[in-house]
T-cell receptor
Framework: DVKVTQSSRYLVKRTGEKVFLECVQDMDHENMFWYRQDPGLGLRLIYFSYDVKMKEKGDIPEGYSVSREKKERFSLILESASTNQTSMYLC????????????FGSGTRLTVV | RKEVEQDPGPFNVPEGATVAFNCTYSNSASQSFFWYRQDCRKEPKLLMSVYSSGNEDGRFTAQLNRASQYISLLIRDSKLSDSATYLCAVTSNTGGFKTIFGAGTRLFVKA
């Protein structure tokens, strides 16, 4: 069964900490994405990547960075966690081309205290 | 104006009912369209892609109206297990090939 795996289901971090969220996919997909999902705001794109070592800013990149050193792995980094980054973080991957939907990981619920 | 808009609902329907959701998008250059289903505290899962000619998968029918810039999802003979949030998603090549999601429509199917 093809999968997108996120390293943690729940995380609690302190304000100011550096936080790493890991995502691995086993489908050989070119594209990977990080979203956050908040009640009433839906899914918002943070960063995405079309290829190894390549990254593009999404709609809300401030306070985040990403790393894609290998095709299967896409990491989201919160440089200095803040309480307004408390959210559900969802990683997704897809093949390149029209008509290909996303496969999502099960999400990481991050709480910053 | 949001790029992709949905009626948040909730829609409360009895089993066996037919229910329809609409989703409007603002970018006329949008290229691909999808419906996702998201259960409570779970990740979204692709329900179906939406093609220009319309497409059907069992009890589910999706349609695209490019002229009016909306997509729709029709669920016939609703089941209790259809209760979920339905997200529409639109992909465009403006500012990078990326997908924008609607905030979702909640559906409750009751016995």
């Amino acid at each position: 069964d093809v999968k997108v795996t996120q390293s943690s289901r729940y995380l609690v971090k302190r304000t100011g900490e550096k936080v790493f969220l890991e995502c691995v996919q086993d489908m050989d997909h070119e594209n990977m994405f990080w979203y956050r999902q908040d009640p009433g705001l839906g899914l918002r794109l943070i960063y995405f990547s079309y290829d190894v070592k390549m990254k593009e800013k999404g709609d809300i990149p401030e306070g985040y960075s990403v790393s894609r050193e290998k095709k299967e792995r896409f990491s989201l980094i919160l440089e200095s966690a803040s309480t307004n980054q408390t959210s559900m973080y969802l990683c997704a991957s897809s093949k390149t081309g029209e008509g290909y939907g996303y496969t999502f990981g099960s999400g990481t619920r991050l709480t910053v205290v | 104006r949001k790029e992709v808009e949905q009626d948040p609902g909730p829609f409360n329907v009895p089993e066996g009912a037919t229910v329809a959701f609409n989703c409007t998008y603002s970018n006329s250059a949008s290229q691909s369209f999808f419906w996702y289903r998201q259960d409570c505290r779970k990740e979204p899962k692709l329900l179906m892609s939406v093609y220009s000619s319309g497409n059907e998968d069992g009890r589910f029918t999706a349609q695209l109206n490019r002229a009016s810039q909306y997509i729709s999802l029709l669920i016939r003979d609703s089941k209790l297990s259809d209760s979920a949030t339905y997200l529409c998603a639109v992909t465009s090549n403006t500012g990078g090939f990326k997908t924008i999601f609607g905030a979702g429509t909640r559906l409750f199917v009751k016995a």
